[in-house]
């Protein structure tokens, strides 16, 4: 049961890191990117290709391109997909299934490039064990809870210092108020989708040596948006608060009832609590 | 003469900002009631409150000798409430005629099971409807208008479409949301004169207002706030000569014109 | 205020000033109707048993497509997990008749009714307001086809249900594609002209008037939730109906024919045949079952393909089939009317 709770939380982590994601966009763009799941499998890829190439490069450089790959992805995807739907004013239906659109293009995409069977990182990390006492730890999970921290650091610095993170959370806060004040508010859009792509990408570069990388990861984006869900969409502490909370009642549950109702649970979970608490856990969640 | 409309101690907050703050006032029937105040002072959200839109923290809101304060939009809707929002929302892809028949809603009574089977109810009631619609349109002055789509329609013609919407409702009480905003000269003289003659029928309205002039011209009783809260309550005359409220008014037009508190939210950390 | 009533009852529309343009509207519905459905009856038959079989398919799906159109085309409310109400009515049609030895109707009727209380409990969600719904319904989508899959005691498990039995109606068992053929058909015609009926007059006005701007249509005193809950339930009950004639097809069901793709492929045919439009579900459950069959040796970039046209038709024909025919429509009208008008 202790290793179910620790790996739930680890897992919790690279949801909370996508629903970070899709809150940024929600709040800045008023879309719903049903495609970020899919953008954390090309993430994974993204990643599993540099290492083809260079065998040996670290798992941060990994890390770092992987992120930058997705975000100059995203940037194109936003441009030329997005931005044009969201000037028209099109309606929440219809950006919903153009997002699941593309992710379902992104998602066959990369079954063609990279093949139907599921590909492993090859690295010593993938391996590595830290020990307590007689309880052994995957290294990857000590990235994960790690590189989340950090990431949650530089966020927190982007929003609160930085003229870039400012513009982002007055484009949010009113988008109207903000454009009479100079803000362009397509570019801000833009810079929100590519933070949440990059962010996407570093989920799957994190899951990646936990498990291994397949063109239908995206299941877990869908699960990171019941992590966004439950702590409030919209919300950023509430995504990582959520996203542990998932993590952790699937982990759990699987256990307790079985590991092949695993993904029912996370979203029994999450319409239960929205039931209780329909503005989600931190209660300051938008309201669609 | 009992009040149609009365608030008793209305407020509600958001966060740590109270919006409304302990708000009463009364709207007799037919009378032309205006609610006027600074950028800010809480009028939409007390339209708000009145309507069902968002729930009060504390108050009552009776009407027609109802407790309606826990009640839903569209019951309070059913009681002869009707509303206009500051920016018309209007069904887009309907045309002008369709609109003002979905406004005619409360005078039919077949759900979607009588839609399936009740076959000679249905065209009575069909009937109806388009016959009331046609009614409104034409008590408007929009009724060449009826073939036209909603988001082709000019800005002053939305606010009127509007209107007819709510009227087609055969409300008690109809409350405008700024509904001369934007509108040119011409237009504000035609919708004062529409308020003024649906008043005359025994319509009341209670209307949100920043055109001076138009809500000197058209109301009976006015209501100021400041803050969230009543600063001033009587007649137009009155309004007019009470010097706090001048005082409230002049203290924003002197200075710069400062931004609106939404946008001081957004750069505030 | 109210004006006097010009016409006396059952007189009809004919007195009142006609020709408005939702009138025309509804009658060319109609019209649509019957042109539809022909076509849904003359080209199976037309084209051999292949096609009959093809027919079948293309029914079971129009008639789940028009409930998932009325929910998300008509009302604004998005479904993302339509399959699992095919998957209740399919697995609880074949489970009534094999487990209880019901005969086809009264197992098809508690196969509907419990895709009516699913669709019931989903309804539940719609106090959650817009993207948490949205949410939600994948989420009962996945909860619906993980426990068809590992309930096996009940469902079969992945292996599913075979040897289901055919449909004995009066005492004649239907054994021929051709009599299911017909049997499925008639049922999608009924659902067509109920859901049609059920878009016009007050109760589409209220939907769509949902759909559009939810705050304004309950500011009229429309009860939002109350036909919401009645646009959803139905919706889901004709998921329930067309899933109940699936495993009449090969005659067994397994949990792969109600996945995500299947929920998204029901979405892209609302969408390719035009949102919002009745006839456009059941021209868009026909191109995405009979384009796949003809592109066979592509089946490896089914899916691919499929996200590909949702985006094109997004983009270029956003409102789908249905839309351009009208366009040709109206185009050709106005060359008739001539340079006067």
């Known amino acids: ?288 | 003469m009992s009040p149609l409309l009365e608030l008793r101690g209305v407020s509600r907050s958001f966060g740590g900002l109270q919006a409304v703050k302990n708000v009463s006032l009364k709207v007799r029937p037919g009378s032309i009631h205006a609610l006027i105040g600074p950028n800010g002072a809480g009028k939409t959200t007390t339209f708000n409150l009145i309507n069902g839109l968002q729930r009060l923290n504390a108050g009552q809101v009776l009407f027609d000798g109802t407790d309606v304060t826990r009640m839903a939009v569209h019951a309070r809707a059913e009681r002869g409430m009707a509303r206009t929002f500051q920016t018309p929302k209007l069904f887009e892809n309907m045309s002008v005629l369709e609109t003002v028949m979905c406004g005619c809603h409360l005078s039919g009574s077949l759900g979607p099971l009588g839609a399936m089977f009740a076959v000679r109810r249905k065209r009575h009631e069909q009937c109806a409807a388009l016959q009331r619609a046609e009614a409104v349109l034409a008590r408007v002055g929009i009724q060449d208008l009826a073939e036209l789509q909603c988001r082709n329609l000019a800005y002053g013609l939305r606010r009127l479409l509007e209107v007819a919407r709510a009227l087609a409702m055969s409300p008690k009480l109809l409350l405008l949301d700024e509904v001369a905003a934007g509108l040119n000269p011409t237009e504000t003289a035609q919708m004062a004169a529409l308020v003024r003659s649906l008043a005359a029928e025994g319509i009341a309205v209670l209307l949100v207002e920043h055109d001076m002039a138009f809500v000197m011209g058209v109301s009976q009783e006015i209501t100021v706030l400041n803050f969230g809260s009543v600063l001033a309550q009587g007649t137009p005359q009155q309004i007019a000569g009470n010097q706090e409220v001048i005082d409230a008014y002049i203290g924003t037009w002197d200075e710069e014109p400062h931004p609106s508190e939404s946008a001081h939210s957004a750069i505030t950390l | 205020m109210t004006p006097e009533l010009l016409v006396r009852p059952g007189e009809g529309l004919a007195n009142v000033r006609a020709g408005y343009s939702f009138e025309l509207r509804d009658r060319r519905s109609w019209q649509t109707l019957v042109a539809v459905c022909g076509l849904m009856v003359a080209l199976p038959l037309a084209t051999g048993p292949f096609g009959i079989y093809l027919g079948c398919t293309i029914a079971c799906y129009a008639i789940a497509a028009i409930g998932l159109q009325l929910m998300v085309g008509i009302a604004g409310q998005l479904s993302l997990g339509h399959a699992a109400f095919m998957a209740i009515g399919s697995y609880g049609t074949a489970l009534a008749q094999m487990r209880l030895g019901l005969s086809f109707l009264p197992a098809a009727a508690l196969g509907v009714l419990a895709s009516a209380g699913g669709g019931i409990l989903m309804a539940q969600l719609i106090r959650l307001s817009g993207v948490y719904f949205k949410i939600a319904t994948f989420g009962f989508g996945v909860i619906v086809y993980q426990l068809i899959s590992n309930w096996s005691s009940l469902t079969g498990g992945h292996t599913g249900l075979t040897r289901i039995p055919p449909i004995g109606l009066a005492g004649l068992t239907i054994q021929s594609r051709l009599g299911l053929f017909m049997v499925i058909v008639t049922v999608l015609v009924l659902a067509y002209v109920l859901s049609l009926r059920m878009t016009q007059g007050r109760a589409g006005r209220a939907l769509l008037a949902i759909g559009e701007n939810e705050a304004a249509a309950e500011a009229i005193g429309i009860n939002v939730s109350g036909y919401k809950m009645s646009v959803i339930v139905f919706g889901c009950a004709l998921g329930g109906v067309g899933g109940a004639f699936l495993p009449q097809l090969t005659g067994f069901i397994n949990p792969d024919g109600f996945t995500w793709s299947e929920s998204i492929l029901l979405l892209i045919m609302i969408t390719i045949g035009g949102l919002g439009s009745l006839p456009g579900a059941v021209i868009g459950a026909a191109i995405l079952i009979v384009v796949p069959e003809y592109l066979r040796d592509l089946a490896e970039y089914k899916m691919l393909l499929f996200g590909m046209l949702l985006v094109l038709a997004l983009i270029f024909m956003p409102r789908g089939v249905a839309g351009l025919a009208n366009d040709l429509r109206n185009a050709l009208r106005a060359s008739e009317a001539g340079p006067s008008r």
Not at chain 1, 74 to 96: M, N, S
Not at chain 1, 203 to 210: I, R, T
């Open chain 1, 1 to 288: 049961m202790l290793s179910a709770l620790i790996s739930g939380l680890a897992i919790g982590c690279v949801y909370g890191l996508v629903a970070i994601g899709f809150s940024m966009v929600f709040r800045a763009m008023g879309l719903v990117n049903f495609a970020q799941g899919d953008i954390l499998m090309l993430g994974a890829f993204f990643g599993f290709t540099i290492l083809t190439w260079v065998p040996a490069m670290p798992y941060l450089l990994v890390l770092l391109g992987a992120s930058l790959g997705a975000g100059v992805f995203g940037f194109f995807l936003e441009r030329f997909l997005l931005r044009p739907a969201v000037r028209r004013h099109a309606g929440q239906t219809y950006l919903v299934l153009l997002t699941l659109g593309i992710g379902i293009v992104l998602s066959n995409g990369a079954r063609l490039v990279w093949g139907a069977n599921p590909v492993i990182y090859n690295i010593p990390l993938r391996h590595e064990l830290v020990r307590f006492g007689d309880v052994a730890l995957p290294m990857p999970y000590f990235y994960i809870v790690a590189g989340v921290v950090v990431i949650l650091l530089l966020l927190q610095y982007i929003f609160t210092r930085t003229w870039v993170g400012l513009t982002l959370r007055a484009v949010a806060d009113d988008p109207q108020s903000a454009r009479l004040m100079g803000i362009s508010v397509s570019n801000a859009s833009t810079t929100a989708f590519v933070i949440a792509c990059m962010l996407g990408a570093a989920a799957g570069v994190f899951y990646a040596p936990l498990f291994y990388v397949s063109f239908d990861m995206g299941l877990i984006g869908v699960k990171a948006f019941a992590a966004a869900v439950v702590g409030g969409f919209g919300n950023l502490p509430g995504a990582v608060v959520g996203g542990l909370v998932i993590g952790i009642a699937e982990a759990v549950g699987g256990v307790l009832i079985g590991t092949e109702y695993q993904d029912s649970i996370a979203f029994a979970t999450m319409i239960v609590l929205l039931l209780i608490r329909p503005r989600g856990l931190l209660g300051k969640g938008v309201a669609a």
